[in-house]
């Protein structure tokens, strides 16, 4: 089975800092000690085997130490010329704080790197302190949304991790800024799903977003949310994001190693291919390879 896997997580605790590393808390994602430690190509190629051949991986940035963001691109680029890990990563979705007063200069550094593709910053508030990530409405402030504004200067794209809540600020955002590729992470993130009020805010909008030409989704994370999840519980949300945005802008991704703690590499990427089993030749090799690879500007 050949896939390229847009969003995946390299990350290297023995050398570099990630906050997130440096304590427990109380999360939805659950306890992520097996996973707060090395996790490099090679493991990548590991848990891929011999059952899935990974063409392509698209990096996103892994809440690398804020203080020094361009440092983690840096460390990929270096990673990707070693001959041993065949170019990956092809592409990288790096860090920066659009908030920040000097955001132009880190976005500067990371498009002098020829594998940076786009931005991601994590945009999820939640009112339950369970889910929330930020604890503030970035997409909400005037200087926020002012250095969005920059990310087309640099031809880079914006990985949109939010909940439903936050999709209609979204849309806005989206509608805004017609230039800019927003790729909607996770799915949208459906962590209020056990309602039927939760399950419309977040299908509308899904539609909502999928509205937008410049918005596309990665139907991945599944596992975060779905701790004891089967490919008929994943089923409806993976269906519906592909309804929505066709499967010429929606990507099938593993989110590994996070969703490592809930399944091994080869079920998920099985689990995808039996949702779509019986969908045309077409829209299989787009949802599993031809949509990252122009989305994402990798030329194999």
Not at 5 to 24: A, E, T, V
Request: hydrophobic fraction near 45%; include cysteine.
């Amino acid at each position: 089975m050949k896939i390229i896997d847009p969003h995946i997580h390299l990350w290297d605790p023995r050398s570099h800092r990630y906050p997130w590393m440096d304590g427990g808390g109380d999360s939805f994602v659950g306890d992520t000690a097996p996973i707060r430690r090395p996790y490099l190509v090679t493991d990548l190629l590991a848990d891929a085997g011999s059952d899935i051949q990974i063409e392509a991986v698209v990096h996103i940035e892994g809440n690398y130490d804020p203080a020094e963001p361009v440092e983690e691109t840096r460390w990929l680029h270096a990673l990707a010329a070693d001959p041993a890990h065949r170019g990956m990563p092809q592409a990288i979705v790096a860090g920066a704080d659009l908030s920040s007063v000097d955001v132009e200069t880190v976005l500067a550094a990371h498009a002098g790197h020829p594998n940076v593709r786009g931005i991601r910053q994590i945009l999820n508030v939640h009112g339950n302190p369970r889910y929330d990530y930020v604890g503030r409405h970035y997409m909400h402030e005037a200087v926020w949304r002012s250095n969005f504004r920059l990310l087309a200067r640099h031809g880079l794209s914006f990985d949109l991790q939010i909940y439903p809540s936050q999709m209609g600020d979204a849309v806005r955002l989206a509608r805004d800024n017609p230039e800019t590729l927003l790729v909607v992470n996770h799915a949208g993130m459906f962590v209020d799903r056990g309602s039927v009020a939760g399950w419309r805010q977040w299908r509308d909008g899904m539609r909502a977003l999928a509205a937008c030409p410049n918005v596309a989704v990665k139907i991945s994370g599944l596992a975060m949310i779905d701790h004891a999840w089967t490919t008929e519980s994943i089923r409806p949300y993976a269906l519906e994001a592909i309804d929505a945005f066709g499967a010429d802008r929606a990507m099938f991704a593993s989110n590994f190693p996070v969703d490592r703690l809930y399944g091994d590499y080869v079920r998920v990427w099985r689990s995808f291919e039996a949702i779509v089993s019986d969908a045309t030749e077409y829209e299989r090799d787009a949802l599993f390879r031809s949509t990252a690879r122009r989305l994402c500007r990798i030329a194999l």
